[in-house]
């Protein structure tokens, strides 16, 4: 059984982890246009906040870069991979260099829910980092396998939240110096990108 976390996150012992989103899973994603208006969010919030960005990609020999959508110019690292897992041993070695060597949370989006984030989780929370999945951020092509996976994360001991949720939570504080900024990309709410039909 995982053990109980009450999924609180700190500003300065967070990473964000930007899972795959290529030009070629463009057209089979479903909802793909709305978890991209939900990672634009949280790229920009990453550059706000001066939050370490670790992004990979998915064999993009095949598959293509990240959408050009998706500015990125600021991510510590981009990593091709074709393991499923983001937790490769480049990006556990660049993780021991950030956040003065003393990362504790990893913020989790992309895709697919139950392949390359389902396993990205199943190996962080192994290794004791505290995983928050935003959910608005990931999905798959089967709507059935994103939302078993999400029911999945929970019981695993994850925490399973929303863009703005993570967001409102980092800075903590109506008077949060970025408070206004970060309130500017939240100001129109996020697509519930078919959750909520499904629940």
Known sequence: ???????????????????DMQERFRPAIKYFPDILEVAKRLVQATKVLDI??????????????????????????????????????EVEEKLKSLCS????????????THVCIQQTVIDLLDRTYEVHVVADGCSSRSQMDRL????????????????????LQLVGDKEHPKFKEIQGLIKTSAPDSGLVANL
Do not use: W
């Open 1 to 19: 059984m995982a053990s109980r976390t009450f999924g609180n996150i700190r500003l300065d012992q967070t990473v964000f982890f930007l899972c």
């Open 52 to 89: 370490p960005l670790i992004v990979t990609e998915q064999y993009p020999k095949g598959l293509g870069s990240t959408v050009p959508e998706l500015d990125i110019n600021n991510a510590v690292a981009v990593f091709p991979k074709t393991k499923f897992s983001m937790v490769l041993p």
């Open 148 to 167: 078993f996976a999400l029911q999945r994360f929970q019981h695993s001991g994850a925490t399973v939240t929303t863009s703005e949720a993570v967001l």
């Open 101 to 112: 060597g003393n990362v504790r949370h990893v913020v989790l989006f992309g895709i697919e």
